[in-house]
């Protein structure tokens, strides 16, 4: 190879000096691209040009030798046509043998630099071509050249009609494309052979140039006759040989890449160049041969005829070779006759000023832009092969759509562009992914060249790449992803608007390429696709570019859902399946899929199964099968060896696959699509058992997917369970089948039975089956984290995985639970506790303690302390069990009733310390509050209400009440603003109630120890009047509020019974009648409800249909009524006696004379009351409001 500084050594900047320091590259090493270049100043008006050496072959740069005067170039050098590192292919290109440009030397280009095609490089062709175009306008020559569209970059290659045309007369391969020419352009075509002359000034050059670098300037003998005639032998075959290659066959592989060996695609050129014209960016091939050293650095030869002057070609010609590849000095050697007459040294920027071979750069400039709008604008469909053609003489320049006009023929296979092309795209799109997460904008152009790349190739000749080329299609859709909304950020939305696609018509202009008809041409144009009427338009500043846009490359297809993105990926991962299947032609293969008959699958009765125990032995045979794929076995049904193409890319789609119906089965689950969602799992499933059997190494990353697809399946058998009044509509669901997920699963059953996972994803009508199902799913996933040691790696999925299984043995455990209650409400006969209850209480203390473990490995205390709190429910419900021993009269609080009431306190209470503080979880800790404050409560209420007093004192049970009570009363939150506030005043009233109530009791049983008796004493009097003001502060509780008030007028009339003195009494007595007084409030809201519920029964009348709310009990408050009255009654008319002047010392006291006066008349007034038996009970109600106002205005005792 040439020296890393090649485009600065042998391109320097105009005018500027040689540099040193050159480093030799070993061979095969590309070029640093480095700023090198320049913008030279030609002809008066700037051109921008810039070129940087991607790859050089070249030898280190040697000084050119000067040949002498008179030095006669027709005699052979003595090194003539032999291989020279100084020369390189130079010599022998000039001659036109077998290192002949090539009709596919732009692929050769664009394989070696496969990162700048499709987006970065406008054109990519032989430095030839791109002159030939650039002289068109100056030029009668004829131009054939074959354009392909790969992403933004166009393929340049010369189409050799001769060439072609004779191979088609030997093989027949083109025999559409010579009846099309001849019809349209060229009726008598025939082949014209290269005159005498031509080979003779190609002789002269070639001896020249080989004179240059011999440097002794001696002539040699002439060859022999022989050897001329070999030599002769050798230029003819190089220039009448097919360099066409045969068509293509499939590689082996397409990663070992012999395409370019076998198929003539090498890149030939001592140098690839990044040009830079203007704003034209072209990848370049040139072989030129370039010398230097001492005072010139950098400089091109060519010699000239010194009776010819220089044209213009000619000028444009060296003038172009020379910015290519950045050549600042042109020497020209003159002949005459070929005697070497003189040399030139010419600057490259005086080129176009020249004698005779004056042209404007700015000009040349105009027409690479026309040009390449003109080609970018009409060559559209990517994979197609688009031909430019103008005739020797002619003017019109037409542009053909080969495989449009191929595809009209009997086989459209027959372009030889096609595999070429074909694989050109799937290499641009292979490069382009590997960037696909630094480059996501390119999803579009990505999507556009393997499509067009599959729609190039025979499906069942190139089965390899097409499953490769969907394979990627499939993998630009992320499924791992969230989907984005739409934005005008979104890479995949970028150029939605300017997009081009296969089927996008072609813009059209009547100007430009509109059809042209004259007397000389064929009246028939209607094949091509673009005209350009006269090459003097190429001249005319932005002719096209104004017209034209350069369109973008293809958008990427905005998917609404995630069902529709993946299903997407599904039909490009179904394609690929059916690629690789029919590369197995064999006679075990399986019959193809009939899209109208369902696939069998193996359904087994659950009654078979065992139930729980069979679903046991299935997570068992599951297990094993996941150790032995730790270990590599392979067991694939179709015979696929492993290691294969086929094998590896069936893994892959089957493995995408899996992941598509996992993220369409996740999808439905968030639409509560349940039976959708366990199809989808099911299909997931399915396909991951297969890559099971194919797989001989199982990944980690393999095994994470798994145990991710388990857990998804136990949460959607969780909520088919909790469901279950939509399971026919789910049934239907999960029944339901496309034609493409049957065909996948065929493809799925050429490899394995698919009955891997049938225990898990089989649609159960039992909710134990599916809860059991559910908990097994979520132990599989565990136990696969487990063993394959992921759990260390990924800790969220594994804490996530232990959450859900404490959740649904949580879920288990209540509903044993709940059976175990149903069970114990049905007794009814038997009062003792049966053998299936006590079954039922074991299985749910099981679920609950494991659950209680999971959520403790991950230090999950909330969840924890709500399995907590539910197995404290459940031995409530065993406690309960046990409480109708007995005869109901002779019931006694029983011991086992005794013992799981503790247990329950005791798992409540570990429940709190589970939580430490509320701060954790108020709601949490509120509830478990109140479920231990409930369970005090009970066993208080059953112990006061069946005191065990075969076993216990009463002083003891009494305090065992007490201390129970007041537990009770410190677990309820009478002061939080909750939604369970009024329940805790209501709890704590009750509380004060009965604990006031017992007091009493006590103090009226009590005989001796007056201390004991002051005591109780004041405990009942504390605890009423603290009941009295919880129940006040309730609205809806009127009734307990009097009947706590009426317990106190009680209680005052006990302790009035025991006082000897009048004084004492009428104290009490006025303490009696003042409570009363404050029972007002209670008959208001009695009275207020019972209006209400008038008003209500009236409206019920007239509309049936409005339903009546839940009423006061009128018994209850008619009973507590006449207990009141009864007791207002006695408490006047006690007062009235110990008022009266008998009763009483003689004295003056205006009060008590006031008092007895007021309480006679009240006293009258409810006898009167109280006598009428026709009175409502509202009115009765009205006259004790009454009755208690005249009471509450002083004219009580004082």
């Known amino acids: 190879m040439g020296d890393s500084n090649e485009a600065g050594a042998e391109a320097p900047p105009a005018k500027a000096g040689a540099r040193g320091g050159l480093r030799l590259l070993s061979p095969g090493e590309p070029e640093e691209p480095s700023a090198q270049g320049s913008a030279l100043l030609l002809g008066g008006s700037e051109v921008k040009s810039r070129a940087v050496v991607k790859y050089s072959s070249a030898p280190p740069r040697a000084a050119f030798a000067r040949l002498e005067e008179k030095t006669d170039l027709k005699l052979p050098p003595a090194n003539w046509l032999r291989e020279s590192a100084k020369l390189g292919p130079a010599g022998t290109t000039i001659l036109g043998n077998s290192k002949k440009s090539k009709p596919f030397s732009s692929f050769g280009m664009a ?22 175009l650039l002289k068109i306008p100056y030029s009668k020559s004829h131009v054939s050249m074959a354009v392909h569209r790969v992403g933004r970059t166009l393929l340049l290659d010369e189409l050799d009609i001769q060439e072609l045309f004779m191979r088609s007369s030997q093989t027949g391969d083109w025999t559409w494309l010579k009846e099309f020419y001849q019809r349209l352009i060229d009726q008598k075509w025939q082949r014209k052979k290269k005159s005498k002359e031509h080979w003779y000034q190609k002789a002269i050059l070639s001896k020249f140039l080989y004179y240059s670098i011999n440097g002794d300037g001696a002539a040699q003998p002439v060859p022999s006759a022989a050897e001329q005639q070999e030599s002769r032998s050798d230029q003819t075959s190089g220039s009448d040989g097919a360099a066409w290659p045969a068509p293509f066959e499939m590689p082996s592989s397409v990663s070992e890449d012999p395409i370019a060996s076998s198929q003539g695609l090498k890149n030939d050129f001592v140098r690839n160049i990044l040009w830079t014209f203007e704003d034209i960016h072209m990848l370049v091939g040139s072989n030129m041969p370039i010398f230097g050293g001492g005072r010139y650095p950098a400089v091109s030869l060519r010699l000239r005829d010194n009776n010819k002057p220089i044209n213009v070609l000619t000028g444009i010609d060296c003038w172009l070779d020379n910015l290519i590849c950045n050549v600042p000095e042109l020497v020209m050697c003159f002949h005459v006759n070929g005697i070497v007459q003189k040399y030139e040294m010419i600057k490259t920027e005086e080129i176009p000023n020249l004698e005779n071979s004056n042209f404007s750069t700015k000009v040349i400039k105009d027409i690479a832009q026309n040009i390449l709008s003109f080609l970018k604008s009409n060559c559209t469909k990517e994979g197609h092969t688009y031909w430019l053609f103008k005739a020797s003489g002619s003017d019109i320049v037409k542009l053909y759509d080969l495989t449009t006009l191929c595809e009209e023929t009997e086989d459209k296979y027959q372009n030889p562009f096609t595999m070429p092309v074909a694989v050109l795209l799937y290499k641009v799109a292979c490069n382009m992914m590997m960037k696909k997460n630094q480059n996501k904008k390119h999803y579009g152009t990505i999507r556009t060249l393997l499509l067009n790349c599959v729609k190039l190739l025979d499906k069942s000749r190139h089965p390899q790449i097409i499953a490769s080329a969907n394979y990627m299609l499939s993998e630009l859709f ?19 608007d300017e997009s081009y696609s296969e089927e996008e018509e072609e813009m059209g202009d009547s100007d430009e390429n509109g059809s042209h008809s004259t007397g000389s041409d064929p009246p028939d144009d209607s094949k091509a696709v673009a005209i350009i009427k006269s090459v003097g338009e190429l001249s005319v500043p932005e002719k096209y570019k104004s017209i034209h846009q350069i369109r973008p490359s293809c958008a990427f297809p905005v998917c609404h859902d995630t069902e529709e993105r993946c299903r997407l990926v599904l039909s490009y991962v179904l394609e690929g399946l059916k690629s690789v299947d029919s590369s197995m032609k064999k006679e075990s293969d399986l019959p193809a899929a009939d899209p109208s008959t369902p696939i069998p699958l193996k359904y087994e009765d659950e009654s078979a199964r065992g139930g729980p125990e069979g679903l046991e032995k299935q997570m068992a045979l599951f297990l094993d099968k996941m150790g032995s794929l730790q270990k590599g076995n392979y067991s694939s049904q179709s015979g696929m060896i492993p290691g294969s193409w086929q094998h590896k890319m069936k893994l892959q789609l089957i493995l995408k696959s899996s992941k598509a119906y996992y993220v369409l089965s996740d999808a439905a689950m968030s639409l509560q699509k349940y039976g959708r969602a366990l199809r989808y799992i099911k299909l997931a499933l399915q396909s991951h058992d297969t890559y099971c059997c194919l797989c001989t190494n199982m990944l980690s990353e393999v095994l994470l997917f798994l145990s991710q697809y388990l857990t ?25 089948q496309t034609k493409e997920d049957q065909e996948i699963l065929h493809s799925l059953h050429r490899e394995s039975s698919c009955q891997g996972f049938a225990w898990a994803t089989d649609l159960s009508t039992d909710l134990e089956s599916q809860l059991s199902v559910s908990c097994k799913c979520y132990e599989a996933a565990h136990e696969i984290l487990q063993f394959s040691d992921l759990k260390s790696q990924n800790t969220e999925h594994y804490v996530q995985v232990l959450k859900r299984m404490g959740n649904v043995r949580n879920e288990i455990g ?14 009814l006969v038997s009062k003792n506790v049966s053998a299936a209850e006590q079954q039922l209480w074991k299985k749910s203390f099981a679920c609950f303690e494991k659950g209680i473990h999971n959520f403790e490995s991950i230090g999950d205390a909330t969840n924890a302390a709500l399995l907590l709190c539910n197995t404290g429910r459940l031995m409530r419900i065993c406690a309960q069990a046990h409480c109708g021993a007995g005869d109901e009269f002779k019931r006694e609080f029983s011991p086992e009733e005794g013992l799981y009431y503790n247990k329950a306190v005791d798992y409540y209470l570990k429940a709190l310390r589970s939580l430490g503080t509320r701060d954790r979880h108020p709601a949490v800790w509120d509830s478990v509050n109140w479920e231990l404050s409930t369970t005090y409560f009970t066993m208080a209420t059953l112990q006061q209400d069946y005191a065990p007093l075969s076993r216990k004192a009463q002083e003891q049970i009494e305090k065992e009440v007490s201390e129970a009570m007041m537990k009770s009363l410190k677990h309820c939150d009478v002061d939080s603003a909750s939604a369970r506030q009024p329940l805790c005043q209501y709890r704590a009233a009750t509380v004060h109630h009965r604990l006031a109530s017992m007091y009493h009791s006590c103090l009226r049983n009590q005989v001796g120890d007056e201390h004991l008796r002051k005591q109780h004493r004041a405990l009942a009097d504390l605890h009423y009047s603290k009941a009295v003001k919880l129940f006040q502060v309730l609205k809806d509780t009127p009734c307990e509020l009097l009947r706590v008030q009426l317990e106190r007028v009680a209680f005052a009339e006990f302790q009035m019974t025991g006082q000897n003195s009048n004084v004492g009494k009428l104290k009490t007595l006025s303490g009696a009648l003042d409570i009363m007084v404050r029972t007002k409030h209670a008959f208001q809201l009695i009275r207020k409800e019972l209006v209400e519920e008038l008003d209500q029964a009236k409206s019920a009348a007239s509309s049936p249909a409005a339903e009546a709310a839940p009423s006061l009990s009128r018994e209850e408050v008619l009973r507590l009524l006449s207990i009141f009255e009864s007791r207002l009654s006695f408490l006047l008319l006690q007062s009235i006696k110990l008022l009266s002047p008998g009763r009483r010392r003689a004295s003056n006291n205006v009060e008590e004379d006031l008092a007895l006066r007021a309480n006679k008349q009240i006293y009258s007034q409810l006898l009167r009351a109280t006598a009428d038996r026709n009175t409502s009970l509202v009115e009765r109600i009205d006259v004790l409001v009454h009755l208690l106002d005249q009471l509450a205005q002083g004219s009580a005792v004082q």
Do not use: T, W
């Not at 209540?814 to 007794?827: I, W």
């Open 712 to 736: 998804l399946c136990g949460d959607i058998q969780l909520m088919l369970a909790q469901n279950a009044n939509n399971r026919a509509a789910y049934l239907e669901e999960f029944h339901y």
């Open 478 to 496: 992320q499924l791992d992803e969230p989907k984005k909304e739409e934005s005008s950020e979104s890479p995949f939305n970028e150029n939605s």
């Open 111 to 132: 394989y070696d630099f496969i990162d700048s095609v499709g987006n970065d490089v406008d054109v990519v062709s032989d430095s030839e071509n791109i002159k030939k």
């Open 814 to 827: 209540v509903f044993y639970m709940n059976q175990a209650a149903a069970l114990q409400s049905e007794r």
